[in-house]
């Protein structure tokens, strides 16, 4: 049997094939991140912009989400969860503008045509999201996780 002469050029950008893993059967996903975060900041009197948050702001967070990956309880602990995906999916909420967010009432308005899923913020949300992998992993929360 003869070697077979293949070359793989189904590929493209690391932003859009991230895109294409995010597309819209995960939409409701991100939107309960997304909404699991900002419950926690309003709460707790924090900005609804991770990146908006002063330092000391970010290291709290960091430390109450490990306190509740170390709950008894499972829902508590699927929140954790939650939160820590949405950050290391990029906080992508940091990047929503106004108009975005009085439209996400009414999804039939919203514009996907070139929308994969990630709102058109590929590449920021793989930037913001090795940055803030990164910071968790300073606070000590990859440990707790494992």
Known sequence: MSDIDFNYADEDSYETELAELYSYSEMEDWAIGLESFHKYT?????????????????KRFIADVIEMLE????????????????LLQGAFGDFRTTDEEENEVNIDELNFQQDKGTGGYE??????????????????LYPVSC
């Open 123 to 140: 590449h920021d949300c793989l930037l913001n999201g090795a940055i803030n992998a990164y910071f968790c992993y300073q606070q000590g």
């Open 71 to 86: 709950s008894t309880e499972s829902s508590i602990r699927l929140e954790a969860a939650r939160l820590v995906l949405y």
């Open 42 to 58: 309003y709460n707790r009197n924090l900005p609804q912009q991770f990146k908006s948050m002063e330092v000391n702001e970010k």
